[in-house]
Nanobody, 122 residues
Framework: VQLQASGGGLVQAGGSLRLSCAAS????????MGWFRQAPGKERQFVAAINWSGSSTYYADSVKGRFIVSRDTAKNTMSLQMNSLKPEDTAVYYCAAGGSTGRATADEYGYWGQGTQVTVSS
């Protein structure tokens, strides 16, 4: 199973970006897929998660109301719409798959994408 994250970039504070994560490499079904982020010198941090059908979503308090996670089961993709971006959102964003619950920690995810850089300037 391979995960490919894309869509990162440089944006001004208050702007928006949309990240995508494409899964490939076989037929599979994950309970949860998620987004995590890691800023320099900090631990990897949970951002959002979504279940297989897309009916349940979870967000970190720091992004609730600004970010929206979604997925397309037919295309086996997951997206993260990031609005009202702040400089503190600057990080490398990773998509992950295989979480057992919506609040699964990074250690509980078995598959990871390569990460995409998001930089928010003030």
């Amino acid at each position: 199973v391979q995960l490919q994250a894309s869509g990162g970039g440089l944006v001004q504070a208050g702007g928006s970006l949309r990240l995508s994560c494409a899964a490939s490499g076989g037929i599979f079904r994950f309970n949860y897929m998620g987004w995590f982020r890691q800023a320099p010198g900090k631990e990897r941090q949970f951002v959002a998660a979504i279940n297989w059908s897309g009916s349940s979503t979870y967000y970190a308090d720091s992004v609730k109301g600004r970010f929206i996670v979604s997925r397309d089961t037919a295309k086996n993709t997951m997206s993260l719409q990031m609005n009202s971006l702040k400089p503190e959102d600057t990080a490398v964003y990773y998509c992950a798959a295989g979480g057992s619950t919506g609040r699964a920690t990074a250690d509980e995810y078995g598959y990871w994408g390569q990460g995409t850089q998001v930089t928010v300037s003030s």
